[in-house]
C-alpha cells in the first residue's frame, strides 16, 4: 500500500505527463478553487457567479530542449519524459524556458485565469480579456486565424507576476481539493 506521500509524488509526476487532458485538469481546478460552474458554450470555460465567463489555460514550466539534431535525437528523446526537465519557479528566473499559453480569442471571455505549473507550486494568474491584449508577445497565432497566443518565459514572467498574479497553490493543496467529493 503507498503512503500519501508516494501517492503525492505520482500524481504530481503525472499532472506533468498528461497530454490533451493536462488543459481539463488546469479547468478543474479553477472551477473547484473558485467554486465557478462548468460553462454550456464552446467558447469559454466557466461561468462565475455573474455569469462572467471565464477562460482557463496553464503550461508547464519545463527546461526548453536543445534544438532536435540527427547527432542528438535519441538521448534527447531517450530523457524526454523525466522529471528533470520540469523546473521550480526559482529554476525558472535563471534557465531558459517556454510557456505557451495559446488558442486564446480575448472576444470570447471576461476573465482569463492562467498559470504554471512548476515543480514546487502552481502559480495562478488572472487578468480581463481587454488587458489580455497588452500581455508580453500577444500574437496572432496562426497565420490568417482568429487565435491568439503569448508566451511566459525568463524575461516576460516578472511582468506577469507584477501585474497579473492571482495566487499560488501547492500539490498537497491540489491533490486534496481533488479527493474531496
Not at 503525492?8 to 481539463?24: D, R
Not at 526559482?90 to 505557451?100: G, H, I, L, R
Amino acid at each position: 500500500m503507498k503512503n500519501n506521500k508516494q501517492e503525492l509524488e505520482q500524481f504530481k509526476s503525472g499532472i506533468f505527463s498528461l497530454g490533451t487532458n493536462f488543459g481539463e485538469l488546469a479547468q478543474l481546478m479553477i472551477e473547484k478553487l473558485e467554486k465557478f460552474k462548468p460553462a454550456d458554450e464552446k467558447y469559454f470555460d466557466l461561468l462565475d457567479s455573474n455569469k462572467k465567463r471565464i477562460e482557463v489555460k496553464f503550461s508547464r514550466a519545463r527546461k526548453k530542449l536543445k534544438s532536435l539534431r540527427s547527432s542528438n535525437i535519441i538521448d534527447l528523446c531517450m530523457n524526454a519524459a523525466t522529471d528533470s526537465w520540469v523546473l521550480t519557479e526559482d529554476e525558472a528566473t535563471k534557465v531558459s524556458f517556454d510557456c505557451n499559453i495559446q488558442q486564446i480569442k480575448h472576444l470570447e471571455f471576461d476573465i482569463l485565469y492562467y498559470g504554471i505549473f512548476f515543480q514546487d507550486k502552481i502559480v495562478i494568474f488572472k487578468a480581463k480579456s481587454k488587458a489580455v491584449l497588452e500581455m508580453p508577445g500577444y500574437s496572432i497565432q496562426h497565420k490568417g486565424g482568429k487565435e491568439y497566443q503569448f508566451h511566459i518565459n525568463r524575461t516576460t514572467y516578472a511582468h506577469h507576476k507584477e501585474n497579473h498574479f492571482y495566487k499560488e497553490i501547492s500539490y498537497p493543496e491540489l491533490f486534496e481539493l481533488f479527493k474531496k467529493k
